[in-house]
């Protein structure tokens, strides 16, 4: 599929491809864009702009004239499709130029794109858009690369960029993206019209050509060339960051480490607002981390805006020492509460030392950014892919500083250049364009049982609502058959036997290293064994205990522990049964064990209320469609005892209800959801979803 060859990027263009999409040059644009996007050494989530120009008929005058599409506000060149571009009439864009009246005018501007809108159907425009539309080639690509941005941000950026490319390449000083920034590029092209692309101080690439293919390549070309200086520059060097200062932990210590800390940290971070975490301990982490430089590094803060906008200015480093007792919660807490309390202190100064009058109110002023010496990189945002992407942006830093002390010395934005951009009107309207929290965001759920019909529908709905999911279940195949349904920044999969201690240890520690904590526990795994006294064996008795009531039992004791580390409350809600509440034939084991889950709930909601952690069941009754409990031995026990046909069961528990409704595994998740999501005042109750049976009313 490859001509072309690179040793720092990927060259991934399929010819037979672009081929099929050679009649549409907005189809190859977006072709380009995804493949640029595909690579995180060239650009991050969410970072860098593409844009093509094309000729096109005006629906308002029937003559032919130019468009420019462009990736819209807030978009990711990675997944870019028809919906995320802006076109404009790249005429109208460039007679803005007539009414531009300077620095201060930046934000007016971004109102008049909107004029220039020749696609109704346009997502809001970027503020790239005149860097791009005041630039004559038909394809532009702007890009981060680590490379160019180690370039950028070093203290002599314009004398290496001579050094690579000669006078092939054009350097534009640090300015905020803005109309003023497209002259400047404009300018730029103007005074070296051979030129093949723009270096930005401490920002990024601009390359370009008339043809897609030509600027993707043009693109790759440049980056390979910059990333190839810097490795010959670091050949001299034998160490990076001043060198090793100490050795990291080893991979499964650093993991269980980062376990049990992070619902601590999660929620240090959470005090202002409910935080889901990610943990990153790569090579390129842990030389950081471990370096004599940290200290003097990590405080100068990232340098390219699309980092510094993910991770906030500056990361904390975390005053911790690998050996740490982190079963002494108390004593963890007295030595990192002070390191939190300083960042959100100093970060408070930042906001009131560089806000102006039309500055936007402060945000949350916890860290997003946690390193750990020896150990990693904790990350903590309002959802697991924020986090996630807060995490490799924050590599992407480190990446840059690597290369800046390479090849010079690193340099950041001075505090007033950055303040000016994390709060720039135009941020904020982005982020008030974000959609509306869901009722369950940033919340974490586990749920046993998720591969049944039950659990599955708990997750489904606890996921519909918001919530970041454990499916946690004792079929790893069914489980593994489940990972397609939803992102991994969403849901992850364990497997767990909850009749076993060590198992649920380690799926609440696996839980913990993958989302920072647990919120929500709900015990949905059972199973139901329908026989006679006579008939009923201790074999049975016990499996029906150890999966209904000592699971139960465990899973909220080591949930308890958890969630009171965290200080933000929780949920543990039991799926127990009617049969706990109403006598019935042939049920001696399975109606003891689900009484005793009802009952263990009402002394667990006495014992954890003054932690804010509410303790509930929902009571189902003949949820036969869809649940795997009725597959086999159970319903035809059940039916036997009834005196009817195994296929008739549905309708028979149907017309035993008062509403004659047939219940499904989605009615029980929507009893959860209420639990949880709505009734969030409720505490040791009970609630019925079985249609209404007068002899299961609890009160």
């Known amino acids: 599929m490859s001509t072309h060859t690179f040793k720092h990027v990927d060259y991934l263009w399929d010819k037979a491809h672009a081929q099929s999409l050679k009649d549409d040059q907005v189809a190859l644009f977006l072709y380009r864009s995804n493949l640029l996007g595909a690579d995180l050494r060239i650009t991050n989530y969410g970072g860098g702009n593409t844009s093509c120009k094309t000729i096109e008929r005006d629906p308002l005058t029937n003559e032919y004239v130019e468009v420019m599409w462009i990736k819209g506000s807030g ?79 070093s203290a002599n950026s314009k004398e290496i960029t001579r050094e690579i490319w000669g006078d092939t390449m054009g350097w534009v000083g640090w300015q905020r993206p803005g109309f003023d920034l497209g002259l400047q590029l404009e300018k730029c092209y103007e005074q070296q019209p051979g030129i093949r692309g723009i270096v930005l101080e401490s920002h990024g690439l601009f390359t370009w050509a008339d043809d897609a293919h030509e600027c993707y390549l043009n693109s790759l070309e440049v980056i390979e060339q910059a990333s190839l200086y810097i490795e010959e520059k670091s050949q001299s060097k034998n160490y990076h960051f001043g060198g090793k200062r100490v050795d990291a932990l080893n991979g499964a210590e650093r993991k269980l480490l980062a376990a049990q800390l992070m619902p601590l940290l999660r929620g240090l971070c959470s005090t202002e607002n409910q935080m889901i975490g990610h943990f990153d301990d790569s090579d390129v982490v842990l030389e950081f981390v471990n370096s004599f430089d940290l200290d003097r590094l990590a405080p100068l803060g990232t ?193 767990c036997d909850v009749t076993k201690t060590e198992a649920i240890d380690k799926a609440y520690k696996s839980a913990c290293l993958y989302f920072g904590g647990i919120d929500i526990v709900v015990h949905s795994a059972g199973l139901a064994i329908s026989k006679t006294l006579e008939d009923h064996t201790l074999e049975d008795w016990d499996i029906l205990q150890n999966v209904l009531v000592k699971a139960q039992f465990e899973l909220a004791q080591k949930a308890a522990g958890l969630m009171k580390i965290q200080g933000l409350g929780g949920d543990i809600i039991s799926i127990a049964s009617k049969n706990g509440v109403v006598s019935g034939p042939n049920n001696i084991g399975y109606g ?54 195994v296929e008739d069961l549905p309708a028979h528990y149907a017309k035993r209800n008062l509403m004659s409704q047939i219940i499904y595994p989605a009615d029980i998740a929507d009893g959860v959801f209420a639990l949880v999501g709505v009734l969030k005042k409720s505490t040791g109750n009970m609630i019925n979803v079985d249609g209404g049976m007068p002899q299961a009313f609890v009160r």
């Open 75 to 153: 978009g990711d060149i990675g997944t870019l499709t028809r919906k995320g571009i802006a076109g404009l009439y790249t005429k109208r864009l460039r007679d803005l130029k007539n009414v531009y009246q300077g620095l201060d005018d930046e934000d007016r501007m971004v109102g008049l794109f909107n004029h220039c809108i020749y696609d109704l159907e346009s997502r809001a425009p970027s503020i790239d858009t005149p860097l791009h539309g005041l630039l004559p080639f038909k394809h532009i690509d702007h890009l981060h690369p680590d490379a160019l941005i180690a370039i950028a941000a």
């Open 303 to 495: 340098s390219c805006p699309d980092h510094f906008l993910r991770t906030k200015i500056q990361p904390l480093v975390l005053p911790l020492d690998q050996d740490e007792n982190l079963e002494d919660t108390t004593a963890l807490l007295e030595k990192l509460r002070p390191s939190f309390e300083r960042y959100k202190k100093e970060y408070v100064n930042y906001y009131n030392s560089h806000k102006n009058e039309h500055s936007p109110n402060i945000r949350d002023t916890s860290p997003v950014i946690l390193l750990y010496t020896g150990v990693g990189l904790f990350s903590f945002a309002k959802n697991k892919q924020t986090a996630r992407v807060a995490s490799e942006f924050y590599i992407n830093a480190i990446n840059v500083m690597r290369g800046a002390e390479a090849i010079s010395t690193y340099t950041a934005l001075p505090r007033q250049e950055a303040f000016d951009i994390e709060y720039w009107l135009l941020e904020e309207a982005k982020l008030q364009r974000m959609p509306k929290e869901k009722i369950l965001s940033r919340k974490i759920a586990f749920v046993t049982g998720a591969a049944g019909g039950i659990g599955k529908a708990i997750c489904d709905k606890l996921i519909e609502e918001g919530a970041h999911v454990v499916f946690a279940d004792l079929s790893e195949e069914r489980l593994q058959a489940m990972k397609d349904d939803y992102s991994a920044d969403i849901m992850t999969t364990i497997c």
């Open 592 to 645: 003891t064990a689900k009484a005793a889950q009802q009952h263990m709930t009402r002394l667990l909601a006495a014992e954890l209320g003054k932690a804010q952690i509410r303790v509930n069941v929902v009571n189902p009754d003949g949820v036969i469609i869809g649940s795997k409990i009725w597959e086999g031995e159970w319903a035809e026990g059940r039916a036997k005892a009834y005196g009817v046909a």
